[in-house]
C-alpha cells in the first residue's frame, strides 16, 4: 500500500478551525469526514508554515473579540501539539534565505502568475485573484520536493486545497478532489 501524503493549504485549514467568514458549513463537513478518513488510512499531513501565518491573519481579522480569542488558542495549542508531537500535522519550517532566490524565481514566472478560469462559487474563487501567491509557489515547492526525495517509494502527494489553481499543480492528480 502506497503512502498518501498532504500538504495542507490555508483554504482547507480555514474551513476546519470554522474562521469566520471564510467556511462554508458544507464544505467543513466534507473536509473532516476526508480528513478522518486519511488519518484511518495512515495518511501524513504536512502545514507549511506561510499557510500557518496566513491562517492567523484571518484569525486576527475576526471581529468577535470572544471567536477570536477562541480561535487564536486553537491554533496556539495546534501549533503547539505539531512542534512537541508531530500532531495533528507535521509543519514544514520556511526555507533557507539562500533558497529564498530560487523560490522567488519560481513565483515570477508567468505561467505562474496567470489565473486559471474560475467559475465556481466556492469562498476560495470569490476572491480577486489573478496568479499564485508566494505562500501558494512555496507549497507548491515543498510538495515537489517531498515527492522527488520519496519517489522511490511510492508516495502519492497531494495539496489540499479549494483554490483550483494550486490544486491543478499537485504532484499526483487526486482522485475525486474537493475543491
Not at 495518511?43 to 499557510?51: E, G, H, K, T, Y
Not at 462559487?121 to 501558494?136: A, P, V, W, Y
Not at 512555496?138 to 520536493?145: F, G, K, L, T, V
Request: charged share 30%.
Amino acid at each position: 500500500m502506497n503512502t498518501v501524503v498532504f500538504f495542507i493549504d490555508t483554504s482547507y485549514l480555514l474551513e476546519l478551525f470554522r474562521v469566520p467568514g471564510c467556511f462554508d458549513e458544507a464544505a467543513v463537513k466534507e473536509i473532516r469526514k476526508r480528513y478522518t478518513k486519511a488519518i484511518k488510512d495512515k495518511s501524513r499531513f504536512f502545514v507549511p508554515l506561510p499557510c500557518i501565518f496566513e491562517l492567523g491573519n484571518h484569525i486576527a481579522d475576526v471581529t468577535k473579540e470572544s471567536s477570536r480569542n477562541q480561535l487564536k488558542e486553537k491554533l496556539s495549542q495546534t501549533v503547539r501539539s505539531c512542534i512537541e508531537n508531530k500532531t495533528p500535522w507535521i509543519i514544514t519550517p520556511s526555507i533557507k534565505i539562500e533558497s529564498l532566490p530560487d523560490l522567488w524565481e519560481m513565483f515570477s514566472k508567468p505561467e505562474m502568475q496567470k489565473g486559471l478560469s474560475l467559475t465556481d462559487t466556492s469562498i476560495q474563487s470569490r476572491r480577486c485573484k489573478k496568479g499564485l501567491s508566494l505562500t501558494d509557489t512555496s507549497i507548491i515547492r515543498e510538495a515537489h520536493n517531498y515527492k522527488k526525495k520519496r519517489s522511490s517509494f511510492g508516495y502519492k502527494v497531494h495539496i489540499w486545497t479549494r483554490d483550483r489553481e494550486l490544486k491543478a499543480r499537485e504532484p499526483d492528480s487526486e482522485r475525486n478532489p474537493f475543491l
